[in-house]
């Protein structure tokens, strides 16, 4: 006579949910707080079937060493890797962020779009990384975690975690990073000082009377020598 199946053998009605994940497309976000992009995700519940929610923790990573660079971009990278001639040492993949999100509810399969907050800081690996590039895409591997919760043929809410193991890859175009950047951010870069030096550039811009912060960086950089009291 056969034994009976565990509640949690594959194929059960009753069996914890196997999710694919697939990155369909990215774009910039426009009006949010902060620069941002969404990641178009389609989730799919592998045989079908009703998910009640998904508590979905995502790890994006820069996976450096899958795309080739020119020469110029080898030079520009040289502060996070060291110089090419060490790359096949030092070239290696980088963590960029990590988001928390919630899935609302859907049967058989749903597009989610994941929002990534976006930085301009240079002197983030992250913003290092994308100013330096000139063209192409930006290499990522997305690991995915967290916690599905789905119900069973009776009605009770039953919880599974989603193992680690699932992980995909996307080529994000850098167009979208550059768009996304442009919007918030039109024909400027960020430029990160010490408060000692701040204070002094603020003196500087006050004593001067000059109007924005680009006309001081402009007379600063002027050819002729400044005279300064």
Request: aromatic share 10%; glycine share 6%; charged share 20%.
């Amino acid at each position: 006579m056969p034994l009976p199946l565990p509640s949690s053998a594959p194929g059960r009605a009753d069996a914890p949910p196997e999710l694919s994940f697939v990155v369909e497309d990215a774009g910039a976000v426009r009006f949010a707080a902060v620069p941002t992009l969404t990641l178009t995700l389609r989730i799919e519940r592998v045989g079908g079937g009703p998910v009640r929610s998904i508590a979905l923790n995502t790890q994006i990573r820069i996976a450096a060493t899958q795309r080739s660079y020119e020469v110029s971009e080898q030079e520009r990278l040289v502060e996070l890797f060291g110089r090419s001639d060490q790359w096949d040492k030092s070239l290696h993949s980088m963590l960029w962020t990590n988001i928390a999100a919630n899935v609302p509810a859907f049967t058989d399969s749903t597009l989610f779009e994941l929002s990534v907050p976006c930085t301009y800081d240079l002197e983030v690996s992250a913003g290092k990384y994308f100013q330096a590039l000139k063209g192409g895409e930006i290499p990522l591997e997305l690991l995915f975690g967290g916690t599905v919760f789905y119900p069973q043929p009776g009605g009770q809410l039953q919880i599974s975690p989603i193992p680690w193991s699932q992980e995909v890859d996307f080529r994000l175009p850098l167009g979208v990073w550059n768009e996304t950047m442009d919007y918030y951010f039109p024909n400027s870069a960020w430029l990160r000082l010490g408060r000692a030096s701040f204070d002094r550039l603020c003196a500087y811009r006050a004593r001067h009377t000059l109007p924005t912060w680009e006309a001081t960086m402009e007379r600063l950089l002027r050819d002729e020598p400044e005279e300064d009291a």
